[in-house]
């Protein structure tokens, strides 16, 4: 009798090892076939992407031939080398002072944000766009370009020019680095005429009639005088 018991307890425990063998072997077919993807980010090849160094709170003198030009202040500063072309960045807004041989200040400059491309010397100004020059003059944009190597500025959008003689506006703006020779084109503005004739306020008044008067009268009396004394 245990040799049979024993014979079915081998038996029962074969059967229940092919029911779960059946039982889970369609579930790993189907997981098999229906592999769960997970959703990741591409990774990131390109370094360019990356600033190579990151600076905040730059308050710093730059030089150009080894001289002292400028003072760049800026909440933060990026630096990237690697990016074709290179570039510093400045998405917190940049201010500049601007100076002579003698370290004068000659103007100064602002925007929201600025790019400048070291290798064409290219600054781009962008937002809120502002110069102010010893002379008074007032410049603002909202898109401005400072080429190093012409030593020149320009701009393709609305541009307003204010000096203490004349105001002007215009889409198209072109000046040397001073601001002293500029040309503002597709323009409309307000000035007097002397800057268009060279001819001054006191031409373009109309004499006083009594001043009139006192050079006419003894002209007038003359020639009176004449006609009675003529044969």
Known sequence: MEGRLKVKKDKSKKVKGVFYLLTFLPFCFFSCGNEVKEHTAPPIFDRDSVSMMTSYGVNTL?????????????ERWDVNMVRHPSRWTFEKGVFFEQFDEKFHVQ??????????????????????????????????????????MKHELYSNVFSKVVTPERQMEGSYFRSDEQMRHYMVSNSKGSFE???????????????????????????????????????
């Open 107 to 148: 103007a100064y400059i602002q925007a929201d944000t600025a790019w400048y491309y070291d290798q064409q010397k290219l600054w781009h100004l962008r937002g809120r766009v502002r110069i102010r020059n010893i002379n008074g003059l007032i410049y603002t944009s909202e898109e401005l370009y400072w080429d190093g």
């Open 62 to 74: 730059i030089s150009d031939s080894g001289v002292i030009k400028y003072r760049i202040v800026t």
């Open 193 to 231: 005429r002397e800057d268009m004739t060279g001819e001054s306020k006191a031409e373009e008044q109309p004499q006083n009639p009594a001043d009139t008067a006192t050079v006419e009268e003894p002209m007038r009396q003359a020639a009176q005088k004449h006609r009675r004394t003529a044969p």
